[in-house]
Structure formats: C-alpha cells, structure tokens
C-alpha cells in the first residue's frame, strides 16, 4: 500500500543553517500524526516542504504517491492546508469563500464546511471583520472541503474557543476514520497525546522520537519529549 505521506532523506537548508537535517518518514493512510518539537526544531519547515511552498535542499516529499517538487498540481489537489496564518480573502464572507472552495475542488459541501464553522449569521459577514478564532475555523473548514486524503494543520487549533477546538477535534477524528490522513503540528502536548495516534517529535531539524499514544498516560509524552530532547542535546554537544 503507498503510503500517505512520505519524506525521503529529506533536508533543508537556509545558507549556513539546517532546518531539516534527513527526516525519513512514512505515514499511512488513516492516522492523526502530531508533530511537536521546540521552537526551530523544523516543524514548520517540514509541513511547508509537504504543502509545496518550501524546496527541499534534497530528498523527495510525496503525497499519496505524488512528488509534491516534480508534480505540484496533482499534490496540491490531494492536500488540504491550514496555515499558522491562514491567507484568506478578507474582502468575501465566509459562505462565499466556502462557496469558492468548494466550486474550485468541483464537490456539493457548502453545508457541510458552514455547520463546521458555526459561525451563524457571522458567514454572511466580510472576512476582515472575523477574530482570529473564527478565522481559523473558516480555514480549516475550507481544508475540509472536498475530503482531500492528507490534512496538514499547522498550529491550527491556536486561538480557537474550547467548543470551537472541540468541533474541530471531532472533525479530525471523522476525516481520520474515512481514512484521511491528518498531519497536526502543535506546542500544546495535551492535544497531541488526546488526538494523535502517532507522534513524531524533532529536535533541531532531526527526527528524535517516532511513537505511537497508545497506552500512554498523563504526562508522559510531554516527558518522553523532554528526555528524548536532552538526549539529542547531550549527543550533539562536543565535549570538552
């Protein structure tokens, strides 16, 4: 079976500094991934190069089979993205940047990305004068549409409400069980370990701990992170 998402040896560099130090990856159809690690540990890095607007220096990333450098297009329609800053059309409502979305990805969802963003009578106003919370409802929404086989959520949950992050959780467990994939990067460990299934954590730009949640208790991954993170720490200090 081809897997969902794929980084092969893949490594990113920006002059002097190396975001991604050869991640290799393999994520399966069907699974919440969360991708947690410090601030600079290549996490952004890794889900631009997976959204297509970052090259990788070298390697191959592939999106339900498609090299997302070689063919941009074709990846970019098995994709769907949420931004740490989600890029919206302030000068259009929600219904109608839904209503877009959905047009240009050819499906019959509006209804469906509207109950997600509950945002009621707030859909018919312009998007400039959302919150920050109801602007990332209205993106993930529009991620949604189309039922795309990979999700990629970059801090998509900040400055959501705790009944808005709990609706959005929900939908990320519906697109999980229809056997999407969803790649979730976030500084809060707790959701993480109540959402994902799967944990890829990074320590500067290098992959320090690959793990599944099942069976873990309160508190331990956030500790299994903070050990695994001093290890690679440790291993990389030069002595002396």
Avoid: W
Wanted: aromatic share 4%.
């Amino acid at each position: 079976m081809t897997a969902a998402v794929v980084f092969e040896n893949v490594r990113k560099q920006y002059g002097r500094v190396i975001a991604v130090n050869r991640v290799d990856l393999a994520l399966p159809a069907g699974c919440v991934v969360g991708l947690i690690g410090h601030n600079g540990a290549g996490k952004s890095t890794c889900l631009q190069m997976l959204s297509g607007l970052v090259r990788p220096t070298e390697g191959r990333v592939l999106v339900d089979g498609v090299d997302v450098v070689a063919e941009p297009l074709a990846a970019r329609e098995r994709l769907g993205v949420v931004s740490e800053e989600p890029a919206l059309y302030e000068y259009l409502s929600a219904r109608e940047f839904l209503e877009f979305v959905a047009e240009v990805r050819g499906v019959d969802a509006l209804d469906e990305a509207l109950e997600l963003c509950a945002l009621g009578a707030d859909a018919d106003r312009l998007i400039r004068e959302y919150s920050q919370g109801m602007r990332r409802r209205t993106a993930i929404a529009a991620a949604l549409i189309g039922r795309p086989p990979v999700l990629v959520l970059d801090e998509a949950l900040n400055g959501l409400d705790p009944i808005a992050a709990a609706r959005v959780k929900e939908a990320l467990r519906d697109a999980r069980s229809r056997g999407q994939t969803v790649v979730l990067s976030t500084h809060v460990v707790e959701t993480v370990q109540s959402l994902a299934d799967r944990v890829v954590m990074l320590g500067q730009g290098n992959v320090i701990a690959d793990t599944t949640t099942d069976g873990m208790q309160p508190g331990e991954l956030e500790r299994l992170f903070l050990s695994r993170l001093e290890m690679h720490h440790n291993d990389t200090t030069p002595s002396g």
